[in-house]
């Protein structure tokens, strides 16, 4: 059929309003998805891939299923979550960036109007930190201009810390990520982290002050088992 969008070029896919993705490419949203909200999101297509259906994992834990499902009320009372596992590639951070996909998906049209940056945004905790702690030296405009956002009006409505707990623990690190955490935290912002650490331990690497932040009774603690999913055979 003429007009429609297939899955592997619709980055909403598995969240389109029409099966046939025929309302994406009605309204705009194609559009908007590709040419300003994906990127200034900075959410890796790894991580996301446009083929990816996220109910095998969802589904699989029930108090997640009721988080994505309300997902626009959790992120307007300002809940978040806690995904870790102790191995890698069990899926917390494709989940979690599925659902920074869904919240954009259902908002983006409204976030253009008002002229919002981006109502989601990906950050990888250590490479984050790295050009934080580079930028003191060495001036970098992009990143400046990203940093003092987050402080602002500006500030995403629900923002992915990934993999934090994997950079070096130091004073420094803890007073800047408690900088970010907080300012979110105190204006009803949602964060949702993922970790190779558990709750219980990622305390001694992010800091008291960080840690009854992260795990507040608002936000929602899953735990991923499983193998990696990126290790194949053959």
């Not at 979550?81 to 599925?98: H, I």
């Amino acid at each position: 059929m003429p007009g429609i969008v297939s899955k592997d070029k619709c980055y909403f896919y598995h969240y389109c309003l029409a099966e046939d993705c025929k309302e994406c490419q009605s309204s705009g949203r194609y559009y908007l998805a590709n040419k300003h909200f994906i990127q200034s999101s900075c959410i890796p297509k790894a991580y996301a891939p446009a083929d990816f259906d996220p109910t095998d994992i969802i589904l699989s834990n029930r108090d997640l299923k009721r988080y994505a499902g309300s997902l626009q009320i959790m992120v307007g009372s300002g809940s978040g979550a806690y995904f870790w596992s102790e191995g890698s590639g069990t899926g917390k951070t494709s989940v979690a960036c599925l659902l920074l996909l869904k919240y954009l998906a259902n908002n983006m049209v409204s976030s253009f109007l008002d002229e919002i940056a981006t109502p989601v945004l990906y950050l990888n905790t250590v490479e984050f930190l790295d050009k934080l702690r580079a930028s003191m030296s060495r001036f970098d405009e992009d990143f400046d201009n990203l940093w003092r956002d987050q402080f602002t009006n500006k500030a995403p409505q629900l923002l992915l810390l990934d993999d934090i707990g994997a950079e070096r623990p130091s004073d420094w690190v803890r007073e800047r990520l408690y900088s970010l955490i907080n300012y979110r935290w105190s204006n009803g912002l949602s964060t949702i982290y993922t970790s190779n650490i558990s709750p219980e331990k990622i305390k001694d690497v992010v800091g008291t002050r960080v840690h009854s932040r992260i795990f507040c009774q608002k936000n929602l603690v899953v735990r991923f088992d499983g193998s990696d999913r990126r290790i194949t055979n053959g």
